[in-house]
């Protein structure tokens, strides 16, 4: 195989479709969230409203209510893997994963911590599960360099 071929089996051999499938998936079942709930929507319904047209009631539980919170799952998806793909990164192992390298054990410590000590701003039990979890991070790492 020549320097300019690209084989068949690499990431950039398989070309884009997986994405383009991933995506296309990923409308599907936002709209699927969109449209099922406590009020069932019609697919033209939620196009409609989508847009901004139709009844007012509709209007309203697909822009105010589903529409955001679907957003807000997709981003929050997004992030997992982000976060995952940086720790198997960082980690040079495609196997890490946050269990295995006691980073969940980190995070549970550091919220406890903070509970124990009579904190009670969920924003601050977050920071110190956060603090937990990094601490955690590089402990092991500074062991898996010994």
Do not use: K
Not at 11 to 24: I, Q, S, Y
Not at 95 to 106: D, H, N, T
Request: with cysteine.
């Amino acid at each position: 195989m020549t320097r300019t071929e690209v084989s068949p089996h690499t990431a950039a051999g398989r070309g884009a479709w997986p994405w383009v499938l991933g995506v296309v998936l990923l409308v599907i079942v936002s709209l699927l969230a969109i449209a099922l709930g406590a009020v069932s929507l019609p697919f033209d319904t939620v196009i409609n409203a989508l847009r901004g047209s139709g009844d007012m009631a509709s209007v309203s539980i697909v822009r105010e209510l589903r529409l955001p919170r679907v957003l807000l799952a997709a981003l929050v998806g997004a992030g997992l893997a982000m976060s995952g793909g940086a720790l198997q990164g960082t980690m040079r192992n495609p196997l890490a994963e946050p269990y295995l390298l006691g980073v969940s054990g980190g995070a549970a410590v550091g919220a406890v911590t903070a509970m124990a000590l009579g904190v009670d701003a969920p924003a601050l039990i977050t920071g110190c599960a956060f603090a937990g979890a990094a601490a955690a991070t590089l402990l092991v790492t500074a062991l898996a360099r010994v």
